[in-house]
């Protein structure tokens, strides 16, 4: 039997196909219709170089927004420039100076309990910038949601992208909501958010002895060692067409059989070409998931996870600092700085 090496380098049997045709929907296209903005834009294009050295598929286009999708887009570009703006406005609009101090500008939030900051400048431009990123990431969950209906697919990505967002409206406003104050959140800068992380650990204890966080850890790391053994087996034995997974999900042929086969072997059970992709969004759903337990625990379980882990037996006691001294441990003397977003002292 003739064979050939396939785009991805791979040895496949059977004739060598035709060039592949632009992936694109015959007119008309099932996102096409009412919507007023359901248009696709601009004609598909291909850049060999990616097709080549970066093993993609190498065609860029059609763009297709719609509705939800043009306003995702306005409302992000709107908080972008918005942002720029208020952190141009801290360097007196100097552009070198900002590009210069581009990781340490930031907008810090409200500090002052909850509802709308008295200025702008005293956290209003943080609650405008948030505002609006949350308007843009709801929109771009409806266009996904407005996809798979317009498709008939099975919700599966919204409900997948439903997970990071809670994760974020637990940093952002549900947990500063539960703590009473908007200083709670993150700022919003490059520095700042690597601040606030570091910071929140130290708030509430060490964060790493968080149980939430172990969990998290557990799926970050099941997730990586399900893509590894997952890439690795549909390569060995993509030579038998155990890559074309879709057809391979309605009837299985030899490459996914000894797939399945070598992992039955190795430990005693086995995924599906369709089961293995349900554990591949479930890991990454678990991990969200735990991440939002993680903020919002904080503050209700306990106001600290050291002491927290020692009462339940899940850490050792560090020597003989007794409960009390941590419970009651002196907070860091604040650092005062006269510019905000300029490096401190």
Known sequence: MATYIDQYGIRVGGPQPLPPKPL????????DGSDPLGVRIGKPFTIPFLQDKLLVDGQFGTFWLGTF???SIAFF???????????????HGHLELFFQYFANVQILPPD??????????SGGW???????????????????FEHCRRHKWRPWLPFGFIVPIM???AVYFFHPVLMGTWAEAPQLGWYGDLDWANNFSIRW???YYNPFHQWAIASLFGTSLLLGAHAGTILATASEGSHHEVAEIKELHSGSIKAMLFWKWTMGFNATPKSIHVWLWAFPAALGTACFCGIMANGIFTDNWYVWGV????VKQYGPISRDAILHRPLAVPIEVDQPGLPRP
Not at 24 to 31: C, R, V
Not at 85 to 90: D, F, H, K, P, S
């Open 77 to 91: 570009f709107a908080g972008l420039v918005m942002w720029a703006g208020a952190c141009l406005a801290q360097v």
């Open 205 to 207: 204890g060490n964060f």
């Open 24 to 31: 694109e929907y015959a007119e008309p296209s099932p996102l």
């Open 112 to 121: 002052g309990g909850l509802g709308y900051a008295p200025t702008l400048e």
């Open 167 to 169: 994760w974020m409206g």
């Open 126 to 144: 943080w609650q405008w910038c948030v505002g609006l990123f949350a308007l843009s990431v709801l929109c771009w969950l409806g266009r996904a």
């Open 69 to 71: 999708g043009t306003l």
């Open 311 to 314: 009462d339940h037996g899940t």
